[in-house]
């Protein structure tokens, strides 16, 4: 089962000793329209135009999943529970190698890290530059971090595979969705161990 959450940076190098390299991303999954306003407001997801749970997924190129939070309401975004559950004043990632996307901007100055591979945002319109475009070599870097990055999307796409957190959710119990959110990370874990063990 993957870890959901690490009380100490300590606990986190052990869970993680023999893995230099970490590739970090969010997830989300549908859930129903809440019928008052306030809850509504509370799990609307801007990026994706839903209601949905987000929650925060740790893998290898492996594609085994270290660490899995507990579902956030939809209105969070990936950076900001990324710093709630790995708070930037502790030396989480001072050995590891770390692949995010752009829903991560702002990880190289917040936190100590070995390496970090990050992709480059398209700058914003201004009166100089209304047509804003990335160079030829912040393109070209995207892609080699994209490629690099494809297997958290995998794992991801692993614990799908569960229609329960592909399809839209009716369940009401936090408790539920998370304990269900773990069994199926961890049948995906299972599932490449035994692959590794019989080839």
């Known amino acids: 089962m993957p870890i959901r959450h690490f009380e100490t940076v300590e606990d986190f190098e052990k869970a993680t000793e023999n893995v230099e390299e970490l590739i970090i991303d969010g997830f989300e999954n549908p859930k129903e329209r809440a019928s008052d306003y306030r809850t509504q407001k509370e799990n609307y997801s801007g990026k994706s135009k839903a209601h949905v749970d987000i929650g925060l997924c740790m893998t290898d190129r492996r594609r085994y999943i270290y660490y899995l939070s507990n579902y956030y309401p939809g209105k969070n975004v990936d950076y900001g529970i990324l710093k709630q559950e790995f708070p930037p004043e502790k030396d989480w990632f001072k050995w590891k190698r770390i692949l995010l996307d752009l829903g991560f901007i702002g990880f190289e100055k917040d936190y100590e890290y070995w390496e970090v591979f990050i992709g480059h945002k398209k700058p914003r319109k201004s009166e100089k530059n209304p047509k804003p475009e ?40 936090k408790r539920l969705k998370n304990r269900i959110l773990g069994v199926a990370a961890g049948l995906w874990n299972y599932k490449l161990k035994y692959r590794q063990a019989h080839t």
Request: proline share 0%; charged share 35%; net charge positive.
């Open 134 to 173: 990335l160079t030829e070599f912040e393109k070209q870097w995207n892609k080699v971090v994209a490629r690099k990055r494809i297997f958290v999307e995998h794992a991801i796409g692993g614990m799908k595979i569960f229609r329960i957190l592909k399809n839209k959710c009716r369940l009401k119990s």
